[in-house]
Antibody, heavy 120, light 110 residues
């Protein structure tokens, strides 16, 4: 059974960096059949896929156009986890953030979600 | 922001059949399989249907999915009170190179 456990600050000041971590159990961040994703949800934007990291013969990332200039998703093989960094946040980035596993073309397992508020 | 279009609400009495539609385009539903998720308040979405009409282990048979062209639908037969939730469709979009979601449908059991 795959489990994803999120951690990170719930309050971030405008213009600063939002950072979250997702610890994986029951699978490996280096799996050649999975990709590790961040998704957020807000009343104004609904469910929004932000990006993914995955390993095949090398590490690769894909990012949503809406956040591409501000986002970094990194794997940490030593801790079997992956992270999200979103720079230069504004109140529009206030949302519930989820980490999730993608296998094939299906997101099947989700983290518990973290409400991150951007406010001074 | 959502790429796939769903009706905002649907309702039925216990035991009734409810269907939810999901409209997309040739770059997402037209070329990829459709997934459906159920989200209860305060929780993460739960995978309900994958590959258009397949149910993961543990999902009741009253949930079924179908796809035709650039549209898909989710049916709930024999509606139960615990089915009251938000439902989202999803697919991979080849043009955006990303996972896209529907606008969501709130199902109310009357």
């Amino acid at each position: 059974q795959v489990q994803l456990q999120q951690s990170g600050p719930r309050l971030v000041k405008p213009s600063q960096t939002l950072s979250l971590t997702c610890a994986i159990s029951g699978d490996s961040v280096s799996s050649k059949s999975a990709a590790w994703n961040w998704i957020r949800q807000s009343p104004s934007r609904g469910l929004e896929w932000l990006g993914r990291t995955y390993y095949r013969s090398k590490w690769s990332n894909d990012y949503a156009v809406s956040v591409k200039s501000r986002i970094t998703i990194n794997p940490d093989t030593s801790k079997n986890q992956f992270s999200l960094q979103l720079n230069s946040v504004t109140p529009e980035d206030t949302a519930v953030y989820f980490c999730a596993r993608l296998v094939g073309d299906t997101v099947d397992y989700w983290g518990q979600g973290t409400l991150v508020t951007v406010s001074s | 922001q959502s790429v796939l279009t769903q009706p905002p609400s649907a309702s039925g009495t216990p035991g009734q059949r409810v269907t939810i539609s999901c409209s997309g385009s040739s770059s997402n539903i037209g070329r990829d399989t459709v997934k459906w998720y159920q989200q209860l308040p305060g929780t993460a979405p739960k995978l309900l249907i994958y590959v258009n009409n397949q149910r993961p282990s543990g999902v009741p048979e009253r949930f079924s999915g179908s796809k035709s062209g650039t549209s898909a639908s989710l049916a709930i037969s024999g509606l139960q009170s615990e089915d009251e939730a938000d439902y989202y469709c999803a697919a991979w979009d080849g043009s955006l190179n990303g996972y896209v979601f529907g606008t969501g449908t709130k199902v109310t059991v009357l």
